[in-house]
């Protein structure tokens, strides 16, 4: 048995949430070599370096790309008919859940999305997963002969084994969708990725206080978000925007700063490991998803954050 791992990529970079799914599959119960697949222009020495993770070979599609994911998954099929693999591993991200589906449709393989846990193998396949956007679990058991699993982000752990792994190309159609243009916003923290979430909602009263988000933010190294009717009133671009509209987030750290707690944008960071919720307002919802909860106004609260966590990192 092999399991297949498609690896997400950026500007040579492979993405965090990557090096989770292979440490993943490397601990699914029974898995043979693990397989890596990614794309574009990466570095040799970044390829093989994927065998710390757990990856024995790695094929590289150079002209592939996800903005085609029928492309790609006519690629990562060929790749898993011709390696004897059984089980593909992707990230459930933007471009993990516009691929995966379709490979599994193509390799007619069951499919578990949002997986959180290694699949128990003691009765059949059963994988847990995330569903009604957190707020509940379903467990698949998978029974076809090919199986596809997508990886929540920040659900498992990377981990590191040592070693090397080979590399070699994989070949692909072209591509039947170009990209133009790529425009980044700088200096920016990658919210999917980001470990660490300060957010601000419509308490911080207008644009022009967000100053005292970003500085917290930038005290502690963590991107910066809002919600839906920031983003919407033009406070603040809509890629920081979270929620079950906006982009949903698992950080290790959220701090709301001034959200209510409405329903839809709990549904896209309820998968946080930790929430702190800043509200003057005792009956916000917010604070019934919360670990920690801090009644009081933010533009005197949030300075003071600001000074204690200065004071930490001094020390």
Not at 34 to 40: C, D, E, K, R, S
Not at 81 to 95: R, T, Y
Not at 164 to 176: F, I, K
Request: aromatic residues 6%; contains cysteine; hydrophobic residues 45%.
């Amino acid at each position: 048995m092999a399991v297949l791992v498609f690896c997400d990529a950026s500007e040579g970079k492979i993405a965090k949430s990557a090096l989770e799914a292979l440490s993943y599959a490397a601990a699914i119960p029974g898995a043979g070599d693990v397989i890596a697949v990614t794309y574009g222009s990466v570095g040799d020495d970044v390829l093989s370096g994927l065998g710390k993770y757990g990856a024995a070979k790695v094929l590289v599609a150079k002209n592939g790309n996800p903005s085609d994911p029928g492309s790609m998954a006519k690629a990562i099929e060929g790749a898993a008919n011709a390696n004897g693999v059984n089980i593909l591993v992707f990230s459930h991200d933007a471009n993990g859940k516009a691929v995966g589906p379709m490979v599994a449709a193509r390799l007619k393989a069951g499919l578990a999305p949002g997986a959180i846990s290694l699949p128990d193998t003691a009765s059949g396949f059963v994988v847990q997963c995330n569903a009604f956007s957190g707020k509940a679990f379903a467990s698949y058991n998978i029974s076809s002969d090919k199986k596809v699993i997508s990886l929540m982000p920040n659900s498992y752990p990377v981990t590191e084994k040592g070693g090397q792994a080979t590399v070699e190309e994989l070949p692909t159609d072209n591509p039947r969708i170009k990209v133009v243009e790529v425009k980044k916003s700088e200096g920016t923290i990658n919210l999917p990725e980001a470990e660490l979430v300060v957010s601000g909602g419509r308490g911080l009263k207008g644009p022009e206080n967000w100053n005292i988000v970003e500085e917290l933010a930038g005290t502690l190294g963590a991107a910066t978000a809002c919600s839906r009717p920031v983003s919407d009133m033009g406070w603040r671009p809509h890629h920081e925007h979270v929620g079950q509209t906006g982009i949903a987030i698992r950080p290790n750290l959220y701090i709301a700063i001034g959200i209510s707690g409405a329903i839809q944008h709990l549904a896209g960071v309820n998968g946080s490991k930790c929430i702190v919720v800043i509200n003057k307002d005792p009956e916000a919802p917010f604070f019934k998803a919360a670990d920690y909860g801090i009644v009081g106004d933010a533009f005197e609260v949030i300075p003071k954050l600001i000074d204690a966590a200065k004071k930490l990192s001094a020390n």
